[in-house]
Structure formats: structure tokens, C-alpha cells
């Protein structure tokens, strides 16, 4: 058994008799205990607001969520300055797709595999411009020139797609955009806890991606906006807590990026979010790259193995993926939903079928659902090996 299954209080729960193996972190991650144990202690130790209390429990909780608002900062190579809290991930791309006042004119440029929450800001506020994807569901990621115009006000794309499992050349992209004078939001929702990043590195403009897949508590995420980027950003959502000065003349609001946390935050989540980061700094984000890349690689090998499976993305090299992997496996009179729930109910494993939030991938991949496997540090090659076999029965 991989030793960190022991930290995961739900990866010890029985379905039927049988121990669970864990295949969904794509969706949710579990929550090890020293995460659980630091939202507990937030309720039996501080209990108070943040920002706001004088008292001893108000300045404990201000600096435990300040704490984990550095945390984040760090993960990623930004300035706690730069590090906005919001509910998710779709949360932040809405906050951008308002904040830099959109209209319907202006053209955002992104893949047609995103995800909805990388999609449908976009296309409320803006026009999005999509970039193809081939037969395997992976961008044509040079399209990116010809695409780019004199009206395109963003580009975007996911880090790492959360249907194919592919790392995408986020460098070249943000080069190539840069060079057309067009800011550049990147999608770390299915990296951030796979791959180590560093946003100087990468020069982005934006980049977002939630707690709950980075084994958070839910209800969390994170924005980064490029210190010189907030000038851009119009203020989203108002009212107690961003406000510097409020008089029945004006208003002034508090300085980046508090300007953009109107009311009570999700205090405990930040919190657990921070003891997260801790529990991943402790293990090293190289550490946990090597492993992803291993067990995805194993993945395709074996999943493409099974008759007449689509694995998609399975072309691309191994150090170009995480432990993702997505396919279409024909069963008669079953969807991959219905796979899904089979393998649940027969051999308590547990990964994910449908759609994934991504419909237009689907539709241009002529594919009704698929099946997603998602591994993370917790397992090992015993799962796949599992996977494997409880699908060989079905076909």
C-alpha cells in the first residue's frame, strides 16, 4: 500500500467490504487530517472574523488566513500581494472577465477543450475565438498566431486539460501573446498539485486554480494577478471588508488585493487550504511530479491496451502528461457514465464519467462522454493494475 494513504481519513473507508481506490482527484481531492485537524482548531480555537477583530481570537484568525494567503503565494513563485481569495477557480475567471470590462466585441482566444469555467465567462462577456483540437482531443497548439487579431483582448488556457491529462506549452503561448501586445490567463486548476510552477517563470499575466483539488477544503481558490495587471482589473464584487473610506459623497476602496474580498471569506477553508500547502511543501512538488508523470504513464499503456479503447492524448510523451487519463471504452447498451457507476458498485472503484464540464471537446471529438481515471500521490501502480482488470472483465 502507498504510504500516504494512511494521512486520508476517507481513503480508509469500505464500499460493500471492499476498500475504496481513490481514481477522481481530477474532480475533488481528499483531504488529509492535519487539513481536517486545522479547520477543526479554527472553530475550537479562533472562531472570529478576519480583518476586523481587535480582540485575541480576531488577530489569531487574520493571521492564520494570512498565513495561508503567503502559502499560496509561495506555491507558486508570487508575492503575497498578488494572491486573490475567492471561491474557486470559476469565481476568479469571472472576476477577470468583468474586471478588465469586456465588451462584446473584444475576442478571447483559448482552446476548444477548456473547461466550462475557461469557457463561459468568456463567451457571456466577450467572443471567444477557439483553437482545434485533433482526433485525440488535444489543441493545435501553433494555431495560437493566426488566431490572436486585432480585437483579441485575452489569451487563455488550461495548464494541464482536465479531459486529456496533456501539459500544454503555456511558455510559447505566453510569448507569443505578449509579442501582440495581449494579456494572458492561465488555468492551473489540474496542475497546481501535480507539477511545480512558478509564475515569474512562466511570465502570465493571470492564473487561478482551487483548493479542493490541491487537497483543500472546498469553497477556496486563488487568483494571481501580476502586481502592474490589478491597474486593469475594475472592482468585481462590493461591500464590507475592501471599502478604505466609505462617505455618502465617495468611496475609496483598500489597496490590491483586498479591494477584490468583499464580505466574510471562507476563513476555515483558507485556513485548511494553508495547512494543505504545508503538507505538499513538506513532501516536495518534484517528488510529486515524478510520481504523477510515472503513474500516468503507466495509465495510457495499459488503458490503450484494452480492445477498441480511445485513450485521448495518448500520443503525447510521457513527461508531457500528469497521472490524468480519459477514454472512451465501447460497452453494449452502456455509457460511460453507466461504466463509471458499475465500477463503483462492483469493485468500489471510483473515477468519473460523462462529460467532465468540457462539451465542446466532446462534441468536436464525436465522443458521447468518457471515462476519466485520475491518480494522485496516495496511489500506486496496484490501482491502475485494478482499474485495468475490472475494465478488461466489462470488454
Known amino acids: ?93 469571472n472576476l477577470v472577465a468583468q474586471g478588465l470590462d469586456l465588451h462584446p466585441d473584444d475576442e478571447v482566444v483559448f482552446p476548444a477543450s477548456e473547461h466550462h469555467s475557461n469557457y463561459m465567462p468568456w463567451r457571456m462577456w466577450a467572443k471567444p475565438v477557439l483553437v482545434d483540437i ?35 506549452p503555456v511558455e510559447e503561448w505566453v510569448e507569443i501573446a505578449h509579442k501582440a501586445g495581449v494579456p494572458i490567463m492561465v488555468d492551473a486548476s489540474q496542475s497546481v498539485s501535480h507539477l511545480p510552477i512558478d509564475v515569474k517563470k512562466l511570465n502570465c499575466d493571470f492564473l487561478a486554480f482551487s483548493s479542493h483539488k490541491i487537497f483543500g477544503p472546498s469553497g477556496v481558490g486563488v487568483l494571481y494577478v501580476r502586481r502592474d495587471r490589478f491597474d486593469s482589473l475594475k472592482l468585481f464584487n462590493v461591500g464590507g471588508g475592501m471599502v478604505k473610506y466609505h462617505g455618502e459623497d465617495r468611496f475609496e476602496p483598500r489597496e490590491a488585493p483586498f479591494r477584490y474580498e468583499a464580505g466574510t471569506p471562507n476563513i476555515e477553508g483558507a485556513i485548511g487550504f494553508g495547512a494543505a500547502l504545508e503538507y505538499l511543501r513538506n513532501i516536495g512538488m518534484d517528488k510529486i511530479q515524478a510520481h504523477s508523470q510515472s503513474l500516468g504513464a503507466m495509465m495510457v ?26 477514454l472512451s471504452l465501447p460497452v453494449p447498451s452502456m455509457t460511460q457514465a453507466n461504466i463509471a457507476r458499475l465500477l463503483a458498485d462492483s469493485h468500489a472503484i471510483l473515477v468519473s464519467g460523462g462529460f467532465h464540464c468540457a462539451h465542446v471537446l466532446h462534441h468536436r471529438a464525436a465522443l458521447d462522454g468518457t471515462l476519466r481515471a485520475s491518480a494522485h500521490l496516495f496511489n500506486d501502480e496496484a490501482d491502475i493494475e485494478k482499474l485495468v482488470a475490472a475494465l478488461r472483465d466489462l470488454v
Open 1 to 93: 500500500m502507498n504510504s500516504y494513504v494512511k494521512d486520508f481519513p476517507l481513503l480508509r473507508r469500505e464500499m460493500d467490504g471492499q476498500s475504496i481506490t481513490y481514481l477522481d482527484s481530477a474532480s475533488t481531492t481528499p483531504k488529509p487530517q492535519v487539513v481536517i485537524d486545522a479547520v477543526t482548531r479554527y472553530y475550537t480555537e479562533m472562531g472570529a472574523n478576519v480583518h476586523r477583530g481587535v480582540h485575541p481570537l480576531g488577530e489569531a484568525s487574520t493571521a492564520a488566513y494570512e498565513r495561508a494567503r503567503y502559502a499560496a503565494a509561495a506555491l507558486i513563485g508570487a508575492s503575497p500581494s498578488e494572491i486573490v481569495f475567492t471561491r474557486n477557480a470559476t469565481e476568479a475567471f
Open 134 to 168: 485533433d482526433d485525440e482531443a488535444v489543441p493545435h497548439y501553433q494555431q495560437l498566431r493566426d488566431r490572436i487579431g486585432k480585437h483579441t483582448k485575452l489569451v487563455t488556457l488550461a495548464h494541464v486539460s482536465n479531459v486529456n491529462g496533456v501539459i500544454a
Open 301 to 326: 499503456k495499459e488503458l490503450k491496451a484494452l480492445p477498441e479503447a480511445r485513450v485521448l492524448g495518448a500520443r503525447v510523451p510521457p513527461e508531457r502528461r500528469v497521472a490524468l487519463c480519459t
